[in-house]
């Protein structure tokens, strides 16, 4: 019997289990670290926007934010349609300026 108990309990302690509330949150923050590092990717692998590294991309709850500084509105419009078209991008916040300071 005694061996039965720890066997079970083994068992339950192998399987990581979490109640569904307490691991949700936690995947949702994986989630989008994953969204935000293939926007990322995006931004770097697209000839127009590379050169701009200082685009800076945020995912919260699936909705991107991309802030920082171009040169020009196409480069902008570029960068948001790259991040609309990631898997996972529920909305994109536009919040590039442009224009040179």
Same mark, same amino acid.
């Not at 926007?49 to 701009?52: D, E």
């Not at 991309?57 to 509105?73: F, H, I, K, N, S």
């Not at 898997?87 to 300071?101: L, N, W």
């Given at each position: 019997m005694r061996r039965l108990l720890l066997l079970l309990l083994a068992a339950g302690c192998a399987t990581g289990y979490?109640?569904?509330?307490?691991?949700?949150p936690m995947a949702r923050g994986i989630e989008d670290r994953n969204v935000a590092s293939r926007v990322r990717l995006a931004l770097a692998g697209d000839p127009e926007?590379?050169?701009?590294e200082g685009i800076t $991309?945020?995912? !919260? &709850?699936? %909705? $991107?934010?991309? !802030? &920082?500084? %171009?040169?020009?509105?196409a480069v902008k419009r570029r960068a948001v349609e790259l991040a609309k078209a990631v898997?996972?991008?529920?909305?994109?916040?536009?919040?590039?300026?442009?224009?040179?300071?």
């Open positions: 979490r109640k569904p509330q307490e691991s949700e926007t590379a050169p701009y $991309v945020r995912c !919260e &709850g699936g %909705v $991107v934010t991309l !802030e &920082g500084a %171009v040169d020009r509105a898997p996972g991008a529920t909305r994109v916040e536009d919040r590039i300026t442009t224009g040179r300071s």
